[in-house]
């Protein structure tokens, strides 16, 4: 019986949620991992080839790249995916190439992609290459019948990175130079004893500690210390941080909070297709995630299909679709066709200077959800000019209404706002108020918006959130995110109980919203701007410089599960408490909270709570946040 509720005890303290210390430090704290100020441009080869990658492929589409302008508007790494190694030696764990696809790299026995990163190099172009944090791949567990996996024996197999993480990092960053590193997980997830390829003997066994769509079962702190372990292999060897770090473990493990302290940029989802529902399902896993995103750290809902199945050169309506929406949540924009065979129409689109220029707009700010139902949502998102970008989008296969109205670009309704259609490179005319449209079945239209801010001298907090750093969450048990377009997986069919919620991360702090997807509201006051997130927090906000004035209507939200603990709210400027509420409860009116910003440079607001609180969390409200 004890020995029961020990083991009981320490199941569950292994998917208890460490959290980060709930007081103010005073600096900002994210450290990036790499360097990129904007979202990362480029290509890759693995939805364009998967495994069927050669040399010669790549430079071809390397060249178009560079002949064709891309490189110019900014796609510039060349990213090889799954497929260019032979095995491990044995002798001294180093790695061959697989030179039969990458005839370059036969430079004697010990082999090199140094003369293809060269050859990148020379075309202005910067070079990216694949590997899997544990000791196998994806393709070896996916792609069985391909002829270019890895061969020999199951020690030569094993060219991930576990058990050789340092050689390998100095390998590709130090004698090969290459640039960019996608990191992914299957070695974690996909080599348990029940796969044909490890019940074979091909592969050893490795129990997974990486379950797909079950976040209680998978080893969140186990992974997250490889990929710490990555990162500071990577910081050593190319201390001037002039490499990016993309992270690739699908959403899982609750990476979508911590991905932004272990790389440049993280995956929120499983694996794109070139399908239209996947798609929308991948963008989904980001379009609730905009306080993890900012310069130096990017939500990644994976490569661009355009070019491919329902993106293609015939489907250029969903083609403008999917790029608008990785423009403005500030993805990466990796291609991934062949290029070779890219219509110039095709080509042109992928460069559409605005549409470019929204998604790699230096303040980094990622689109925040403006509205949003099952069939329409409308996304703004703040440009460094003080501009807004602002996307309609019809999710449907109907046509369907939409009224934009100044609220949603948080503009003077009284005000003329001027809008410029981004696609067209043309003004759209002004409006006063609102605006109506109708788009076609799958459209999304992209705008500018230029008018009169609804604060005349200040800006809501929501509308920046590449400014701020989630410190500290407030989750206490991780949970599957249930918003989200489930799509059935291009690999999958409907006989296997249902595409289910996959992502973990839900209850994580929200711009214009609680972190369950409810309106803000504390004793039934209304908040349309605003800060939603669980208690026991700590948010980091940058703040602009020449900033006044910090307010918010603070309170316990009306949509909280936890409806007796009391909750007190505080401001800190530069590690000092600047202002604070008493403790207070659920069904108590907002409370006003100000505080003097002049010569503060960042702010801290930490929603502490007290006593237990069994029912659940309690969710709390910073209304109308703003700084002035
Ligand atoms: C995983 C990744 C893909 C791709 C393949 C390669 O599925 O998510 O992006 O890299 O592995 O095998």
């Not at 003369?115 to 020379?122: G, L, M, V």
């Not at 701007?529 to 939200?557: E, I, M, N, Y």
Request: aromatic share 8%.
């Amino acid at each position: 019986m004890k020995l029961l509720a020990l083991s009981l005890l320490v199941a569950f303290s292994a998917q208890a949620h460490a959290q980060p210390t709930l007081e103010a430090t005073g600096r900002w704290q994210h450290q990036p991992v790499g360097t990129a100020p904007t979202p990362p441009m480029g290509w890759s080869s693995w939805n364009a080839f998967r495994v069927d990658i050669t040399e010669q492929k790549v430079l071809d589409s390397a060249r178009v790249i560079v002949d064709s302008g891309l490189a110019a508007a900014g796609y510039r790494s060349i990213n090889v995916d799954d497929g260019w190694w032979l095995k491990r030696r044995t002798a001294d764990g180093r790695l061959q190439v697989r030179t039969g696809l990458f005839p370059s790299a036969a430079t004697g026995a010990d082999t090199s992609l140094r003369p293809f990163t060269d050859r990148i190099h020379a075309m202005g172009l910067k070079a990216g290459l694949y590997t899997d944090i544990g000791r196998n791949a994806c393709s070896q567990a996916y792609d069985a019948d391909s002829p270019n996996l890895p061969e020999g024996t199951a020690a030569e197999r094993e060219v991930g990175l576990m058990g050789f993480m340092r050689q390998d990092v100095a390998l590709f960053f130090g004698e090969w130079n290459f640039d960019y590193l996608k990191v992914d997980g299957c070695g974690l997830s996909s080599y348990g004893r029940d796969r044909p390829h490890v019940a074979s003997g091909q592969y050893r066994e490795y129990k997974p500690t990486i379950v797909e769509g079950n976040i209680n079962q998978s080893d969140v702190d186990g992974t997250r210390k490889l990929y710490a372990g990555l990162r500071d292999a990577l910081r050593e060897v190319r201390p001037r941080g002039d490499y990016v770090l993309s992270v690739c473990l699908w959403g899982t493990v609750n990476v979508r909070s911590w991905g932004q302290d272990h790389g440049t940029m993280w995956r929120t989802s499983r694996d794109i297709a070139n399908s239209f529902s996947q798609m929308v399902h991948n963008f989904d896993t980001v379009a609730t995630r905009e306080f993890y995103a900012g310069p130096g750290r990017w939500n990644d809902p994976d490569m661009l299909e355009i070019g491919n199945g329902e993106f293609d050169g015939s489907h250029l309506l969903e083609a403008r679709t999917h790029l608008g929406l990785w423009a403005i949540a500030a993805a990466p924009l990796m291609i991934g066709t062949d290029l070779s065979k890219a219509s110039p129409a095709l080509i042109d689109m992928l460069k559409a200077p605005e549409v470019i220029a929204i998604n790699q707009d230096p303040a980094g700010h990622q689109g925040v959800i403006a509205y949003a139902d099952s069939d329409r949502q409308i996304l703004v998102k703040t440009l460094a000019d003080g501009r807004k970008a602002v996307l309609l989008f019809n999710r449907t296969g109907v046509t369907a209404k939409f009224t934009l109205t100044a609220e949603h670009l948080k503009m003077d309704a009284a005000a003329p706002i001027a809008l410029r259609d981004a696609w067209a490179r043309a003004d759209a005319g002004t409006f006063t108020g609102s605006k109506e449209f109708e788009l076609q079945p799958r459209e999304a239209l992209l705008f500018t918006a230029t008018g009169r801010h609804l604060l005349p001298r200040g800006y809501f907090v929501s509308e920046r959130p590449g400014n701020v750093y989630v410190a500290r969450d407030g989750i206490r048990a991780l949970e599957q995110d249930p918003i989200g377009y489930r799509a059935l997986a291009s690999w999958s069919t409907t006989d296997n109980g249902g595409t289910r919620p996959a992502y973990a991360g839900w209850g994580g702090p929200r711009a214009d919203s609680t972190p369950y997807d409810q309106a803000l509201s504390v004793q039934r006051q209304v908040f349309r701007h605003g800060v939603g997130v669980l208690a026991d927090s700590r948010l980091q906000v940058q703040v602009a410089p020449g900033s006044q004035r910090f307010t918010a209507r603070v309170g316990v939200d009306d949509s909280t599960r936890g409806k007796t603990a009391a909750v007190s709210f505080e401001v800190w400027g530069d590690g000092r408490r600047l202002a604070a509420t008493p403790p207070m409860k659920f069904n108590q009116p907002a409370r006003e909270l100000g505080a003097d910003l002049r010569g503060v440079r960042l702010i801290e607001l930490i929603a502490r709570q007290h006593g237990a609180e069994p029912a659940g969390p309690v969710v709390v409200t910073w209304g109308e946040a703003r700084i002035e």
